[in-house]
């Protein structure tokens, strides 16, 4: 398989991003909804459970960084000239909003931790392997301008990660529904899959 990505499919980088920013994103959501509502703070695997919450979510923010920057320099391949205006537009909105949320969720999560009311903020265990900085931009902020911003990064990061919830499966399901309409779009980012010679109009754009 080829690295770099061809007018007809996905290369295995855009691949191998693809798959684990999506895996591992819906596990931490999952877990951070987990954390959050339903586990008590006296549990005794509350603190680690956070810990591994919050190193997800940087190596979410870290993969999605990687994602876009080589979105930048090896770009996608066109969507199918058999696919409507109307949907085109409506897949490219939607690749836009998903890589939009897997930048800003982990940011909003950084930023809410930076932002702790904590007098003595917990650091970031990344895994256990070193300690993840806050961001300075809150270190010398006043303890109720901290509060504020905290509770606001704090509901921007659960409406984030509900919009995700909502928006991947309809990402997902417009791919298979493309697949049963025969516009060969779902193969393109699998290993397995084999796609159809490129429109040379697209090839040539």
């Known amino acids: 398989m080829l690295l770099m990505n061809t007018p007809s499919r996905y290369g295995a980088v855009a691949m191998a991003l693809h ?47 990687l994602r876009v920057a080589w979105r930048v320099v090896n770009p996608a391949p066109p969507l199918p000239q058999t696919m409507a205006p109307r949907t085109r537009l409506l897949a490219h909105v939607s690749h836009f909003l998903l890589y939009v949320l897997i ?9 809410m931790v930076s932002a702790s009311r904590s007098a003595l903020p917990l650091p970031t265990h990344y895994f256990g392997l070193f300690d993840w900085p806050n961001l300075p931009f809150f270190a010398d902020l006043a303890g109720p301008e901290k509060r504020a911003l905290h509770q606001d990064f704090n509901t921007a990061h659960l409406c984030l990660a509900l919009s995700a919830l909502v928006l991947v499966p309809i990402h997902i399901a417009g791919a298979f529904y493309h697949r049963g309409r025969g516009d060969d779009v779902l193969s393109r980012m699998v290993p397995w899959g084999t796609a159809a010679a490129p429109d040379p109009a697209e090839a040539r754009r």
């Open 19 to 65: 798959w684990m920013i999506a895996i591992v994103l819906l596990i931490n959501i999952a877990l951070g909804l987990y954390v959050a509502e339903i586990m008590a703070d006296s549990d005794p695997m509350h603190g680690t459970a956070l810990q591994f919450h919050k190193s997800l979510g940087l190596t979410v923010l870290a993969l999605s960084v």
């Open 103 to 111: 930048v800003v969720i982990p940011l909003t999560g950084w930023a």
